[in-house]
């Protein structure tokens, strides 16, 4: 254990001060994570995001094909709120804090930690991706484009995101619907503008009768979640217009959240409707489908045994949307989703280490 830990938290303080927010590159993250896998075939898969700037995700493997995969990704999220340095890695008390800690650059480096230390003839698979904090675009990159991934047919993929080590068998994922009313900019005193909040403002109110509508009707919940009703999620954003000007452009953004169980179609065709009866532009972004295995399957039984926890569903989702196209996923790793995106970010470094022979041993309990 304390090899691991040493190693686990060196690794994690390593990756915590690159800074890898999803709005730059992760270039220098997927350098410095290449370097620990010497030993391991190793694809890079280099792409452009939607800003054009420079991604690299990375699929390493060392022995034959099977086993398990364990994946996690090397972005972040803006350090909204830190008054600390939020690439410090610094290790107070035993608890390793900054920017990535829990989501995910801990985990990741346990994860790592625990490939590297499995004996040579076991097969073992590496998912590095980036972007899950935004568009998933690494993840589906893999799924879509990777040789080696596809060659290391893994049994199993363990996304190692923070849940405290309890199995999350599935969860939820989203379609985002963006929408965009234009008004005429002028000064709001003269009457001469038209303010584009009253063109958007119809549309809310239909908006707000689908958020009813979820929360109440039981078609639209699955008891296997906590809460068991659908999210739909409102901003509204007027682009920085002041309170003298009538408004040029007001975008509403819907984050629609949903469970295999519920067909989101009738949502998006609610939503659809309503955009076109008052003449806004819509357009709509979908993650893949919802990944939930049964608990009866052989790879959530696994799990749940290294793990000593019954398997459970999360709300929030992960790269297992897109993963899955490649293996059966299960989303179980070390730290708490609670510390995830906020100010104090922090993990204790006994929980990554402790994680490290949980993987191990589920690689050749896999076979």
């Excluded at 939020?86 to 107070?92: D, L, N």
């Excluded at 682009?239 to 067909?263: L, M, Q």
Aim: contains cysteine; glycine residues 8%.
């Amino acid at each position: 254990m304390t090899d691991h830990l040493t190693a686990v938290a060196a690794l994690a303080r390593e990756l915590i001060a690159i800074d890898s927010r999803s709005f730059v590159s992760n270039l220098a993250v997927a350098e410095r994570v290449e370097a620990e896998l010497a030993g391991f075939e190793i694809e890079r898969i280099d792409y452009k995001d939607g800003n054009g700037v420079a991604k690299r995700a990375l699929v390493a493997h060392r022995g034959p094909p099977g086993g398990l995969a364990l994946s996690g990704h090397m972005d972040t999220v803006p350090d909204t709120g830190w008054k600390d340095d939020p690439w410090s890695g610094r290790i107070e008390a035993g608890v390793l804090h900054g920017l990535g800690s829990a989501d995910m650059k801990g985990p990741v480096a346990a994860a790592i930690v625990a490939a590297k230390a499995i004996p040579n003839g076991v097969p073992i698979t590496l998912l590095i991706t980036t972007d899950e904090e935004t568009t998933k675009a690494g993840a589906r990159e893999i799924a879509q484009r990777s040789k080696l991934a596809k060659a290391a047919a893994p049994r199993g993929i363990l996304v190692v995101e923070p849940t405290r080590m309890v199995p999350m068998r599935g969860h939820r994922v989203h379609v985002q619907f963006t929408v965009t009313a234009t008004g005429v900019q002028a000064h709001s005193s003269t009457g001469q503008g038209r303010n584009a909040n009253w063109a958007l403002a119809p549309f809310l109110v239909d908006m707000k009768a689908i958020y009813e509508m979820l929360r109440a009707d039981p078609k639209y919940h699955d008891a296997a979640y906590e809460p068991p009703f659908s999210d739909f999620n409102l901003i509204v954003d007027n682009h920085g217009a002041a309170v003298n000007v009538t408004v040029p452009k007001a975008t509403a953004i819907i984050k629609f959240r949903y469970s295999a169980k519920i067909d989101p179609t009738p949502i998006q065709r609610m939503v659809r409707e309503a955009a076109k009866l008052y003449g806004l532009t819509l357009s709509e972004a979908r993650e893949g489908d919802p990944p939930e295995l049964p608990e009866s399957h052989p790879f959530v039984q696994l799990c749940s045994r290294v793990s000593g926890s019954a398997p459970r569903v999360a709300p929030y989702g992960t790269d297992a949307s897109m993963l899955q196209a490649l293996a059966p996923c299960v989303i179980m790793g070390p730290g708490d989703i609670g510390k995830a995106h906020t100010p104090d970010e922090c993990v204790p470094v006994a929980e990554l280490a402790a994680a490290v022979p949980v993987f191990m041993n589920m690689t050749t309990e896999i076979l």
